[in-house]
């Protein structure tokens, strides 16, 4: 009879070698585990993409009050661009928010 795994390495190591009955017992352990996993994979996207889109609207701002003082051509499009930077992120944002 093969030996029961007991800690998550062992659990590791029999999946990759493909020692299925001894991780049998262990699966509703492995599938906690996976579910936490994802958990925080999921807080942590949503935290990312809210921090990246602060740091796209805080370079708009600054991108548009440089070119309402210099007026230059330049940092018009750097506006522009920072701009619709922003927006894209923001649409995707709200399609990834609506599902």
């Not at 590791?12 to 049998?24: C, P």
């Not at 925080?40 to 701002?61: E, F, K, P, W, Y």
């Not at 210099?70 to 609506?98: V, W």
Request: charged letters at 25%.
């Amino acid at each position: 009879m093969e030996p029961v795994a007991t800690n998550w390495q062992t659990i590791f190591l029999a999946i990759m070698t493909g020692l299925s009955a001894t991780v049998t017992c262990c699966m509703p352990v492995l599938i906690i585990i996976l579910a936490k996993v994802k958990t925080t994979s999921d807080a942590t996207h949503v935290l990312v993409n809210s921090r990246m889109g602060d740091q796209l609207r805080l370079s708009m701002i600054q991108a548009k009050r440089l070119w309402l003082m210099t007026k230059d051509d330049d940092d018009k499009k750097a506006f522009e661009l920072a701009e619709r930077l922003y927006n894209e992120h923001q649409e995707r944002q709200n399609t990834l928010d609506a599902i």
